[in-house]
Structure formats: C-alpha cells, structure tokens
C-alpha cells in the first residue's frame, strides 16, 4: 500500500517538476511548481510530518506562489516574451551532465547501508515542538533574525528611487 | 530496494532537475522557481531520511529550510524587481557587465 501511494505521489511529483523545467510560459511553469508542492506535502503526509506538510501547504502553496504571481504581473508582458522557454545549447551540455551525477549518486545510495533506526516518536508535532524549543532554540531565534533581515532588505530594494 | 532507499533517489532527483533549470531556463523568475524545486528536493531527502531514523531532528532543519526560502524568494523577487525597473532586464544573457 505504501508503494502503491509512493508511486502515484512520485509519478505526480515528477511529471510536475519537468513540466516546471520546461514549459514556455513563466505563468504555467509557476503552475506546475505550485502543483509540485502539493505533490511534496502529500509524500511528508505519506512519510509521517504532518507539521511540515500543512507548513510547506501555508508557506510555499500559499505565500511564495502568489508572491510569485503579484511580481509577474508587475513586469510588463512584451519583456517576459522575448525571454521565455529554456537553451538549447545549455540543455544539450547539462542533462548529460545532470544524468551521470544522478547516476554516480544512485549507485552510491543504492548499494550502501543506511544507518540503524534509533527510535520511533509517537505524536509528531510534539515531538518536533519539544525538540525545537529545547535543543534547537537558538537557531531557532536566528531564524527569526533572519526573516526581519530579508523583510528589511526586501522593503529596501523595492522602494522607488528619487 | 526498501522505500527509505526510493524517497532519497526521488528527492535528490528532484534536486538535480531543479539544477537543470537554474542551468537552462532564460527568465530570471522561473530560475529563481527552480531554486525553490531544488530546495524541496532538499527537504524532501531530510524529512525521508528523519522519518526512517526515528527521529525529529531532520524535520527542524526542514523547517528552518522553509525559513530560508521564504527569505531567499523575498530578497530574490526584490533584486529581479529593482534590476528590471533600473536596466529592463529580464533575462539571464543580458546581465553580462558587473557594473555600468
């Protein structure tokens, strides 16, 4: 049962994140990439993360997407014409490339051991909160420092220059 | 091959092919889409990998993953933003001088 899930999620996964690569349109290809997103948050359901996938739903499907969105429609639509779709010289040398490290990568993965399960956790979002709040604090402080420095460098860079 | 074995070969595939589009795509907000696909590989790999070891630790660092793209795509969309309203460039071949 659990391949059988895995394999629908990653056939969608995977049929997204092509179509991401190599549709034309920067509007659909934001499309596909939303659709990828909801094929990853149900694959962290499937695995057991209930907290990251309703946060990769609110986070990514929500705000970075339509973000996303709102800037496209600032940038006039004759511009985003004359640079849409992919190289070809690029993709001649890169998937190539591309497909021998996946290769070396997956001979490695697939004929070496995985390290031994140390543990199972109960409740999930419990977990993860006791975990973050005790072991993992101040990383989790920095986090928030580094979101008030991406908003401040945000709001800077967008403001009119007179 | 066992499933743990499967999810870290589609998340570190996924990783790649967002590769291929930050190497071949010409707009510079759809490269900036496949650095998101490169990131959700990356979480994808640390929450399989966290959900086989019996552990929490890999969902943290995934969470704060999360944090960093949303920083990353706001910083990110600002500079294509304010490049485009300073020199009208929109795609990756026309940014070829460092300063002018």
């Known amino acids: 049962m659990e391949w059988v899930i895995f394999s629908f999620l990653s056939l969608w996964l995977l049929v997204s994140v092509v179509g991401a690569i190599f549709v034309r349109n920067?509007?659909?290809?934001?499309?596909?990439?939303?659709?990828s997103v909801l094929a990853i948050a149900g694959?962290?359901?499937?695995?057991?993360?209930?907290l990251i996938a309703g946060l990769q739903l609110i986070i990514y499907a929500v705000a970075i997407v339509v973000f996303y969105v709102l800037v496209i429609t600032t940038?006039?639509?004759?511009?985003?014409k004359r640079f849409e779709g992919i190289y070809k010289r690029e993709l001649i040398f890169g998937l190539p490339a591309v497909s021998i490290i996946f290769g070396l990568i997956a001979y490695l993965i697939i004929r070496g051991n995985?390290?031994?399960?140390?543990?199972?956790?109960?409740?999930?979002?419990?977990e993860v909160g006791r975990t973050l709040f005790t072991s993992y604090l101040f990383p989790f402080e920095v986090a928030s420092v580094i979101l008030l420095v991406a908003m401040i460098?945000?709001?800077l860079l967008g403001r009119k220059e007179e | 091959m066992s499933l743990e074995k499967a999810y870290i070969l589609l998340g570190i595939l996924v990783f790649l092919l967002g590769l291929l589009g930050v190497m071949i795509r010409k707009n510079l907000i759809t490269?900036?889409?496949?650095?998101?696909i490169m990131l959700n590989g990356v979480n994808l790999v640390l929450v399989a990998v966290d959900s086989y070891l019996g552990r929490v630790d890999g969902q943290i660092f995934a969470l704060f993953v999360l944090t960093v793209a949303a920083a990353?795509?706001?910083?990110?969309l600002g500079l294509i933003v304010s490049l485009f309203r300073l020199k009208g460039y929109e795609g990756s071949s026309e940014i070829v001088h460092l300063r002018d």
């Open chain 1, 26 to 35: 920067p509007v659909h290809s934001i499309l596909f990439f939303l659709s």
């Open chain 1, 43 to 50: 694959l962290f359901l499937s695995l057991g993360a209930e």
């Open chain 1, 75 to 80: 940038i006039p639509w004759e511009k985003v």
């Open chain 1, 114 to 126: 995985l390290a031994e399960p140390v543990g199972t956790v109960g409740d999930n979002v419990r």
């Open chain 1, 153 to 155: 460098g945000a709001i």
């Open chain 2, 31 to 36: 490269i900036l889409v496949s650095t998101e």
């Open chain 2, 72 to 76: 990353e795509v706001a910083v990110g």
